[in-house]
């Protein structure tokens, strides 16, 4: 099955920026559906943003829109997630997810996830 690596999280002061990757082995993102989710501790899984492979559809939770910015590079197999104008309150664990379905808000709906990257702003 797909195996799915995070990378380009960190440390960053509110106001900063970070581009996390999410890399696909094994397979290609086609006919997916990726999708950003991030968890901080004590509080659920949140949905972040998500893309379809074939058309480039995305759909971002309204508290990223306009911040963070999800796309894809066919040639790298490798989904990003830009994130701008990072608030103390985007601090979480940041996990790739892909579906070889939908584009779903629901975590569950997505069966390959990635082992999390972490990103954390100051204030």
């Known amino acids: 099955q797909v195996q799915l690596v995070e990378s380009g999280g960190g440390l960053v002061q509110a106001g900063g920026s970070l581009r996390l990757s999410c890399a696909a082995s094994?397979?290609?993102?086609?006919?997916?559906?990726v999708g950003w989710f991030r968890q901080a501790p004590g509080k659920e899984r949140e949905f972040v943003a998500a893309i379809k492979w074939s058309g480039g559809s995305t759909y971002d939770a309204d508290s990223v829109k306009g911040r963070f910015t999800i796309s894809r590079d066919s040639a790298k197999n490798t989904v990003y997630l830009q994130m701008n104008m990072l608030r103390p309150g985007d601090t979480a664990a940041y996990y790739c997810a892909a579906s070889n379905r939908w584009i779903s808000t629901t975590a569950r709906e997505y069966g390959y996830w990635g082992q999390g990257t972490q990103v954390t702003v100051s204030s």
């Open positions: 094994g397979r290609t993102f086609s006919n997916y559906a």
